[in-house]
């Protein structure tokens, strides 16, 4: 390695002058650095630009949906005895009053030993072999099921698991109701208003016997009033007694009713529009701060061709009229109105004129008719669809060309730097070079000098 110490013998500062020059050599590779920095933010802008374009595509998917623009509110009186939900094939501006008189529930009986008083009291164990064998008898809708009790189960839990083993129509559990004697047996049916009688008379030998069954939960149907008209239901969600409406029945009692109320719910129009407007604006709000206007700087994308047609492009399908058969034909037809700076803005008194007057055309215009071509919600999600392709849309090709202007800058860079290396070396040679020449003329001038200087003496002595 060779050390170098600059102005040794011109007593210049070789090194600095030698950075000075190199700098003055590196401007193009600031100049690359710059433009490199200038496409990556380019880069970032599209990227930013294509998120609000997927943004206002992921703002418009409702506004093609044709069911929600037929959406019902439903009110009602009382939370109490019912819950009212509706869907769109309710009747609007309709009311009913609806009384209910009754839930739908199963039979529940439950059993009763006696004691030697003749009272009512459970069984003394579930698992002792305390019943007597024969037969016991469950008679479900007047049809018998004849249970048969041997040596072997003839406990109660023994035919509590006969019971369930039959599949009758009726479940059997044991309880304990914390008496000296505790154990009883239960019944259950499985169906709605399906009514069912036990005899254990069939039944001999026992230790412990029955004595009768009481019924805790008769069995009945859901019975409500709907307008004076009197509906029946083994279930206690009822979706047929209002058109359109599901009830839901909580708690019974005659001579209490529920006003329902059914109304137009024009809520998810204004919504999904409102949507529409924040996503537009969001995409025409970028490309106009990106612009460059008077004095105005504009962003690092302005005045790209792509960004500005794809404005143009979105205006003019705002403003064009479209081919339907209903009385709207532009999105300002329904309080749309574009602003100064280009954005737009929603006008509720227009819209809401425009779905009382004429509901089915509004939504031909925004979803599009019925079996029929997609409306302005087809058109924009079709044109942002493409637009933000992976593969064809406007981001995609920015980014393969921006990318290829760095890859080539990069090489550019390297060639150059492996030039301005070379030609520092040179420099620091071709200085070095010169050191030594002026150092080695240093020497000879001392060395005359000092020949000069001895003639001199010589001559003073004669």
Do not use: C
């Not at 390695?1 to 500062?13: K, R």
């Not at 109660?156 to 599949?167: Q, R, Y």
């Not at 990069?410 to 030609?423: F, P, S, V, W, Y």
Request: hydrophobic share 35%; glycine share 10%.
């Amino acid at each position: 390695m060779t050390v170098s110490f600059g102005g040794l013998a011109t007593g210049l500062d070789t090194n600095a002058l030698i950075d000075a020059m190199m700098e003055a050599e590196r401007v193009p590779v600031t100049r690359m650095e710059a433009d490199k920095v200038w496409l990556n933010n380019r880069l970032s802008a599209f990227q930013e630009f294509d998120g609000k374009l997927n943004g206002f595509l992921d703002n418009i998917q409702d506004l093609g949906n044709r069911d929600d623009y037929y959406s019902r509110t439903i009110s009602q009186s009382s939370q109490e005895f019912l819950s009212a939900t509706v869907s769109n094939d309710a009747l609007v501006d309709t009311s009913y009053q609806v009384e209910v008189q009754s839930l739908a529930q199963v039979q529940k009986s439950y059993s009763n030993a006696v004691d030697g008083a003749g009272n009512d009291i459970g069984f003394s164990s579930k698992t002792d072999q305390i019943l007597g064998t024969g037969s016991f008898v469950i008679s479900v809708d007047g049809v018998d099921h004849t249970i048969e009790l041997t040596s072997e189960n003839n406990s109660l839990e023994g035919l509590m698991t006969a019971i369930n083993d039959a599949d009758i129509g009726i479940s059997a559990s044991i309880i304990n109701d914390g008496t000296d004697s505790p154990y009883r047996l239960t019944f259950t049916g499985q169906d709605v208003g399906s009514a069912f009688t036990v005899d254990s008379s069939g039944l001999t030998g026992g230790t412990e016997s029955f004595s009768t069954f009481e019924v805790s939960q008769p069995a009945t149907q859901a019975h409500i009033v709907v307008d004076g008209l009197d509906i029946y239901s083994d279930s206690n969600t009822l979706s047929e007694a209002i058109p359109g409406v599901t009830l839901d029945l909580l708690n019974a009692e005659i001579g209490t009713t529920t006003n329902i109320s059914i109304s137009k719910d024009n809520s998810a129009i204004e919504k999904n529009l409102q949507s529409f407007i924040d996503g537009y604006n969001d995409v025409v709000s970028f490309v106009t701060a990106q612009s460059t206007y008077g004095d105005s700087e504009g962003g690092v994308l302005g005045g790209d061709s792509g960004l500005n047609s794809i404005k143009r492009h979105l205006q003019d399908m705002l403003t064009s009229y479209t081919d339907n058969s209903g009385s709207f034909k532009a999105l300002s037809q329904l309080g749309l109105e574009t602003q100064k700076d280009g954005t737009i803005t929603l006008n509720t008194e227009v819209l809401d004129d425009a779905i009382d007057s004429d509901i089915d055309s509004v939504v031909s215009l925004l979803a599009g008719e019925e079996g029929g071509d997609g409306g302005l919600a087809t058109s924009f999600s079709d044109y942002l669809e493409s637009l933000t392709d992976s593969s064809d849309g406007l981001l995609a090709g920015r980014t393969e060309s921006i990318t290829s202007n760095i890859s080539r800058i990069d090489d550019r860079i390297e060639q150059t730097e492996m030039r301005l290396a070379k030609r520092e070396e040179t420099l620091r040679a071709q200085f070095n070079a010169m050191e030594q020449l002026v150092s080695v003329m240093n020497a000879e001038g001392d060395f005359l000098t000092q020949q000069l200087s001895s003639i001199s003496s010589l001559g003073g002595n004669d």
